[in-house]
């Protein structure tokens, strides 16, 4: 079996290809996978970290106002169908299966205009562009919410949730503390903004570390690399001891051990980081980006908020202190996390990649 996996940009959509790369592995030892990205996105580097191949193509998302660029944007487009076409003729696939981000747009389509089976998932509750326009072209659509269907071919359309890496569900809390070099005794709280970060959401967990400590909590704040040197500085600036109790990282490879080793989980509403989440049943306080496409973190975070799993903030609220303000009320209350993590519990879909894996298959066996 040979395939080819395409998405890029951030870990959103890197990582659901990833995972889906690792449970064809798994069921077939003699496969060669072979990943297909942008060297604008994070994917030239986590995905040699997963043990596998890529290569690279030249293209740059299209956006929908109109300016000088959008002609740039287009010709890029072209490069990168011409260069997705040669890739995808020399490595000979099965299959190619994309995962959203403007990269796989021209890798899926090349490979199903070539008569090659194709699959895309899509992770969000509103689909982005490329995906809207791939789903015309696939033999199936793989999406994470139900929500979503509605703006697919139904006959194409297979609710699967959204492929998890297996090493997210078999960390162990105890040895991820320690290697994280927390204590076992203090509740961890677990602040995120994502691969790329997110300034506003740093800012805010950067005002609640005094209190941190006065509520004898530890936390791990990862600020993403592009904001880790603005935010230490002023951590500094303001004179907070970080160390055993706090936390400050740019970005953490092995993100299992993070998710293992918290208690609550502040972050982004990306799709991955949510089915990761309720996977673990871990309580979460939700800040929706307002700056993705279609505001779909904000339905992302809906969904969990409706089951009763997360509490929803507003970032334009952040400045006003309700971050710490709902942290510290949630954490004295074990009867409402509980009921978070069991709400938590039962959104959680660990077999995502299995599915997708039986869907691989059927459409391979029907060529």
Do not use: W
Not at 197 to 213: F, H, R, S, T
Not at 280 to 285: K, N, T
């Amino acid at each position: 079996m040979r395939v080819i996996v395409s998405g890029g940009g951030t870990g959103g959509h890197i990582y659901p290809g990833v995972a889906i790369a690792k449970k064809i592995k798994d069921k077939n030892k003699d496969v060669e996978i072979l990943f297909i990205g942008s060297k604008n996105g994070l994917e030239g580097d986590l995905v040699p970290k997963e043990g596998f191949n890529i290569k690279f193509i030249e293209v740059e998302g299209l956006n929908k106002k109109v300016s000088l660029k959008t002609f740039s944007s287009i010709k890029k487009v072209f490069k990168g169908y011409s260069g997705a076409s040669k890739i995808i003729k020399d490595f000979n696939p099965d299959i190619v299966i994309g995962t959203g981000g403007y990269v796989c747009g021209p890798v899926v389509l090349s490979a199903a205009l070539k008569g090659i089976p194709t699959i895309i998932h899509e992770q969000n509750a509103i689909p982005g562009m490329t995906n809207k326009i791939l789903s015309k072209f696939v033999k199936k659509i793989a999406i994470t919410f139900k929500e979503s269907a509605k703006f697919f071919p139904v006959k194409k359309v297979i609710y699967t949730g959204n492929p998890i890496r297996s090493q997210i569900l078999k960390a162990d809390k105890n040895i991820s503390r320690d290697k994280l070099g927390f204590s076992k005794d203090k509740s961890l709280v677990l602040a995120v903004g994502g691969s790329r970060g997110a300034k506003n959401l740093n800012n805010a967990v950067l005002d609640i570390i005094p209190e941190i400590k006065k509520h004898a909590l530890q936390l791990l704040f990862i600020t993403g690399e592009a904001q880790y040197d603005d935010i230490l500085k002023e951590a500094t600036k303001r004179g907070y001891s970080l160390g055993e109790d706090v936390k400050i990282l740019p970005y953490i490879y092995k993100m299992e051990n993070a998710l293992a080793a918290c208690d609550i989980i502040i972050s982004r509403a990306g799709a991955t980081i949510l089915s990761e989440v309720t996977a673990l049943s871990i309580p979460a306080i939700l800040i929706p980006s307002p700056y993705v496409a279609n505001n779909h973190q904000e339905l992302n975070a809906n969904a969990l908020e409706n089951k009763g799993a997360a509490i929803k903030l507003r970032e334009v609220d952040l400045p006003n202190g309700v971050l710490g303000k709902k942290l510290f009320s949630l954490v004295g209350n074990k009867e409402s996390l509980s009921g978070m993590k069991k709400a938590s519990k039962s959104m959680g879909i660990i077999d995502a990649s299995d599915k997708i894996y039986d869907i691989v298959c059927n459409l391979i066996s029907k060529k």
